[in-house]
Structures are given as structure tokens and as C-alpha cells.
């Protein structure tokens, strides 16, 4: 019984004893904490962080093409794209570029199925809300998160210049010809939305 008593003793100092050292040891080292928001980590370069649109630096122009690739690539159906095709140029313009952030896994396969660094997922993280209507983010709001994301223009290879014209002007990437200034939707937009 004594024995137990003076065992729970000593067990109690050698712990206490062991705590303070930790705390020692770290005593006089530089403190890790970060004073947030007044002080950020800064995010690793490849981030999948928050999506955003990207624009043309000089224009401030949307360099997306509304040419759907990233809306077919994206495998929970969380983009949807409805586009136009412009009678003076003769190329598609996005009419509305919607992103449900809520059933999105940021997967990254839009950026990478996008020609046009038009889409990118960005370090950015802040962007938490208790409504959920406030995770659907609709296109001037993703323009406007990605105007101060800086980035470079993939270089093109002959055989994507070859698609990139003709996702520009007329022909449809997946193959379907497309009818001349008619609204058109992408799949997230549509079916496979209703199907979620
Ligand atoms: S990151 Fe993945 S899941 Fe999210 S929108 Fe892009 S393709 Fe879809
Ligand atoms: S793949 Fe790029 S250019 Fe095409 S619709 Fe998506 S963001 Fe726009």
C-alpha cells in the first residue's frame, strides 16, 4: 500500500519534471505561431486552393473561351458554363460561368483541361461561410478573386493551336457543331446537375 503511494509519487514528480523540460527547451526558441489574419502562411505555388478566372492582364478580359473543356472534365459536375457565340468575331464568349464549390473535390483536372489559362486553382483560402448559397460562385465574382493571381500563358503545341482554333470559332471540342448566337449550356449546367 505504502509502496503503491510512494511509486505515484515519484511517478508524478518525474513527469512534472519532464513537462517542464519541454517547456524549457522551447523556452527561448523562436515561437511557430502565426498571428493571424494580421500574418498568413504563404501557400505553397501549387496550391489547390480556391478556383478562380483568370483575365488578360491588359484588357482585364476573361481569357476563358467558353470552349467547355473544363466543365467535361470536371467529375462531380460542379461548373457550369453557358456560353454565346459573338457575331462579330465569330467566337464563343462565356455568358454565364457558374462553380458550386460545395460538391466540388478540387481535383485540379479544369486547370489542367483548359488551353487557354483561362481556370486555376489558386492558394486562396478564405473563403468560408455559414450560407451555403454563398459557395456557388458565379463568374464576376471568380473574375474578381483571380485579378491579382499572377500567372503565365501555357505555351501551345501545334496540335493544341489545331483545337484551340477550333474551339474559338465554331466547332464544338466534343465534336457537335454549334449553332451561331444561341445560348448553349454546358453539361454541369444541365443534366448531370439534376442528377446530383
Ligand atoms: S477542381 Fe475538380 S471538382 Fe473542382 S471544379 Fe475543377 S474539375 Fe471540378
Ligand atoms: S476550359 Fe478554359 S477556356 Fe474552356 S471553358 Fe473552361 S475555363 Fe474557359
Not at 135 to 148: A, T
Request: glycine share 8%.
Amino acid at each position: 500500500m505504502a509502496g503503491n503511494i510512494i511509486k505515484e509519487i515519484t511517478d508524478g514528480i518525474y513527469n512534472l519534471i519532464l513537462g517542464l523540460a519541454v517547456t524549457f527547451k522551447h523556452l527561448f526558441k523562436h515561437a511557430i505561431t502565426l498571428q493571424y489574419p494580421t500574418e498568413r502562411w504563404e501557400m505553397p505555388e501549387r496550391s489547390r486552393g480556391t478556383i478562380v478566372l483568370l483575365s488578360d492582364p491588359e484588357t482585364g478580359r476573361l481569357n476563358c473561351t467558353a470552349c467547355l473543356l473544363c466543365s467535361k472534365a470536371c467529375p462531380v459536375a460542379a461548373i457550369s458554363i453557358e456560353r454565346i457565340k459573338n457575331p462579330d468575331t465569330k467566337k464563343f464568349e462565356p455568358q454565364s460561368f457558374n462553380i458550386d464549390t460545395t460538391i466540388c473535390c478540387y481535383c485540379g483536372l479544369c486547370e489542367q483541361a483548359c488551353n487557354f489559362t483561362a481556370i486555376k486553382l489558386t492558394g486562396k483560402y478564405e473563403f468560408s461561410a455559414s450560407d451555403k448559397s454563398k459557395l456557388l460562385y458565379d463568374m464576376g465574382f471568380l473574375q474578381e478573386i483571380g485579378r491579382d493571381v499572377k500567372y503565365e500563358k501555357r505555351e501551345k503545341t501545334a496540335a493544341k493551336k489545331k483545337a484551340v482554333a477550333k474551339a474559338e470559332t465554331g466547332e464544338d471540342v466534343g465534336g457537335a457543331p454549334v449553332a451561331d448566337a444561341k445560348a448553349e449550356s454546358s453539361p454541369g449546367s444541365g443534366e448531370a446537375k439534376k442528377e446530383d
